[in-house]
């Protein structure tokens, strides 16, 4: 068998991939530390990359705007970036400053009601021990060290004095190391949107100069389809999540029920995380419910399952509509599989990554039914 020139760098390729693979795998622990380090050095320029994602969506809608009022095409991008930072500045600082006093009403009023609602469950403790003794007998029976459990809360004591100092400066190491990261990352993600067209270029020159045509087609398409997906479910998800909250807001405040403000920003924010976050937000509002009357909080679970279905049957698909295009199923194990990984942030990032896997799979599989159904009739 006669070895051509493309034959042989197929297989040194090969054997030298094989190689590195194998090493890999022997030494994976170092090859892990090596990823994780390299991550932590990448990381401003990957929260920059994330931030200049997230900020492109608006940014996009302001830059038609622009376009539509006539303004000079060289200043569209500059104007369209710093447009679209005031409006984003500008409702973080108002929910900061409508939640903020909100939260510390809440923290006085529940500083109030806590007294009150022990007494009112200590009042049914005793009803209830008053009308089942055997309860009481049965807690009577109970052998508790109290003794040895009192020195187990006192050495625990000791213990957590002295690394009180080292928690203190490790937490303002941290918080140094956070705003300096986020200070470069959001510099970072300011020259990726004031350039981004040549930046897209780049990436495309460098695809086609280094894979075949056919494959350089078809990552670009992947690439496409992937800016796509994530920036619809993101707008779609940050619109649910606003109308969610508004909702409440409103329905709130016409019952009279407390907290209305608080619960419903805190739906909103929870409402970004897909399938389980409005729970999350409802676990909470029961709480505080709890806090008021048995009653109340009645009422607010019968108002949380009325809008959740309203939203979930008639909103969302209209708001967020096909965007993702992923079946229910593929969304729950979508946000189940990101969840354990990468905790909240994975059940953001996975449900559109799963809608690119599946989109792509589908495509492949219609693109292979029809050629084998072209066969056939041949």
Not at 285 to 310: A, D, Y
């Amino acid at each position: 068998m006669k070895l051509t020139g493309d034959t042989v760098k197929k297989i040194r390729g090969l054997i030298l991939f094989t190689i590195v693979a194998a090493v890999a795998a022997v030494h994976y622990r170092e090859c892990l530390a090596v990823l994780a380090r390299f991550i932590n050095i990448c990381s401003p320029f990957l929260l920059g990359a994330a931030i200049a994602f997230v900020l492109n969506v608006p940014m996009r809608k302001v830059e038609k705007v622009l376009m539509g009022r006539g303004a000079r095409k060289k200043w569209h991008r500059p104007a369209g970036l710093l447009i679209t930072i005031i409006l984003v500045a500008g409702v973080l600082f108002l929910v900061i400053f409508v939640v903020t006093p909100e939260v510390l009403r809440t923290m006085v009023s529940l500083s109030s009601s806590i007294p009150a609602f022990m007494e009112r469950t200590l009042a049914q403790a005793e009803q209830l021990f008053a009308r089942y003794p055997e309860i009481v007998e049965y807690l009577n029976s109970i052998e508790i060290d109290w003794p040895g459990t009192l020195r187990q809360i006192m050495s625990f004591l000791r213990n957590g004095a002295t690394s009180v100092l080292d928690t203190t400066v490790s937490a303002a190491v941290s918080i140094v190391s956070g705003v300096t990261n986020f200070g470069i990352g959001f510099i970072f993600s300011m020259y990726i949107l004031l350039q981004k067209e040549i930046l897209c270029s780049q990436a495309k020159r460098l695809v086609r100069a280094f894979l075949p045509d056919r494959t350089a087609v078809i990552v670009i398409g992947i690439a496409k389809k992937t800016e796509r997906t994530f920036s619809s479910f993101l707008a779609g998800q940050c619109a649910e999540a606003v109308i969610l909250g508004t909702m409440f807001f409103v329905t709130m405040s016409l019952l009279n029920m407390p907290y209305a403000v608080l619960i419903g920003v805190l739906i909103a924010f929870t409402a970004l995380i897909p399938v389980f976050g409005a729970f999350i937000g409802c676990a909470v509002g029961v709480f505080l419910m709890l806090m008021v009357s048995p009653f109340t909080t009645l009422e607010f679970i019968v108002v949380f399952l009325v809008l959740q279905q309203i939203e979930g049957n008639l909103i969302y698909p209209h708001v967020v509509g096909n965007s993702v295009g992923l079946p229910s199923i593929w969304v729950l194990m979508a946000v189940t599989v990101g969840g354990s990984l990468m905790g909240v942030v994975g059940m953001l990032i996975f449900i559109p990554l799963c809608s690119v896997f599946y989109s792509i799979g589908k495509n492949e599989v219609r693109r292979r039914e029809r050629r084998r159904d072209g066969l056939r009739s041949q």
